[in-house]
């Protein structure tokens, strides 16, 4: 079964606005962590933000922070004030943690074109 | 420091050869991780190493197969043979002994078989 759901494949934001990527995940642990990567062009992963299932506040780094909404069981990643090095791939993943399950599964991604 | 590297950056060889990957983790790392993307499809796990030892090979797709990660450090995966199904992108990632901790990945390797 998909754990993680990216619905959006693909979004375009204006230069200095914000952009709301959507992602839904699937599990039935009562702890797990939720985390959002970049890839550019370039092809490393870069990890951006992290949502732990027990944090009562939403996660902020920078200009990019979650709405995590639990029992919708959604961790939607905002970036605000886009900038044109925001263009890349990004993926949701999660880890379940009560499983003691180390690995992460990801969603299909969104990818992300600033325009100018 | 260093961030997790990956060798090669690519590597094109033809159906029924072999090809070993290799991944140095970042230094005190003891969680090592293998992933992969396949063209078109989800990023997907194929096995976790905790220091030398595997904790988790649940994903790894057959025994053409191989993965070791000898004294802990640097860990390699193996194809052979490689079928054309094994194009894609392999990462490695790492992260110290905790559950919580954060996985950081690699630039990848970029494997076409023809």
């Known amino acids: 079964a998909q754990k993680i759901t990216q619905t959006q494949p693909g979004m375009f934001v204006q230069e200095k606005e914000a952009v709301t990527l959507d992602c839904t995940y699937d599990?039935?642990?009562?702890?797990?962590?939720l985390f959002w990567y970049k890839q550019p062009s370039s092809g490393e992963m870069i990890f951006l933000i992290y949502?732990?299932?027990?944090?009562?506040q939403n996660a902020t780094e920078g200009r990019y922070s979650l709405n995590f909404q639990k029992a919708r069981k959604s961790t939607n990643l905002v970036i605000s004030a886009s900038q044109l090095g925001d263009s890349a791939m990004y993926f949701c993943?999660?880890?379940?943690?009560?499983?003691?399950?180390?690995?992460?599964?990801f969603g299909a991604g969104t990818t992300v074109t600033v325009r100018a | 420091e260093a961030g997790v590297t990956q060798f090669p950056s690519h590597s094109v060889i033809e159906k029924g050869q072999t090809v070993t990957l290799r991944c140095d983790p970042i230094?005190?790392?003891?969680?090592l991780y293998w992933y992969r993307r396949v063209m078109g499809k989800e990023i997907k796990f194929l096995l976790h190493?905790?220091?030398?030892?595997?904790?988790?090979e649940s994903g790894m797709p057959n025994n053409r197969f191989l993965a070791e990660r000898t004294g802990g450090t640097y860990s390699t995966l193996k194809v052979q043979p490689a079928e054309l199904e094994d194009s894609g992108v392999y990462f490695c990632?790492?992260?110290?002994?905790?559950?919580?901790?954060?996985?950081?990945f690699g630039p990848g390797t970029r494997l076409l078989v023809l």
């Open positions: 993943a999660m880890r379940e943690i009560w499983s003691n399950d180390y690995k992460l599964s």
């Open positions: 599990t039935s642990d009562p702890s797990y962590g």
């Open positions: 949502q732990g299932s027990y944090d009562q």
């Open positions: 990632a790492s992260s110290q002994d905790s559950s919580r901790e954060t996985q950081y």
């Open positions: 230094s005190g790392h003891d969680n």
């Open positions: 190493f905790v220091k030398e030892s595997k904790q988790d």
